[in-house]
């Protein structure tokens, strides 16, 4: 499951065909929580592992550009 789609359901391949002639939207399902705050509470939980996913990801790449010699110059500090 990715971060943006937490509170949409999603619909298999026919649903997904039923969807595109249902106008009056009555296909149209919802992930559901106990409670306001336990939504909150995942909502908010997937936007930040979004976010460390995205620091992540620019942490690789970076590391990715730095020449062989900074590499382990950096190893040898983490140790």
């Not at 619909?11 to 929580?33: W, Y």
């Amino acid at each position: 499951m990715g971060f943006s789609n937490l509170l949409f359901a999603s619909p298999s391949f026919l649903e997904g065909m039923g969807r595109s002639i249902d106008a009056a939207g009555v296909l149209t399902v919802f992930n559901e929580s106990l409670t306001s705050e336990q939504a909150d509470y995942l909502a908010l939980q997937s936007d930040w592992r979004a976010v460390g996913s995205d620091i992540w990801k620019a942490i690789q790449a970076v590391h990715e550009q730095l020449p062989e010699s900074e590499r382990e110059s950096e190893q040898e500090q983490a140790n």
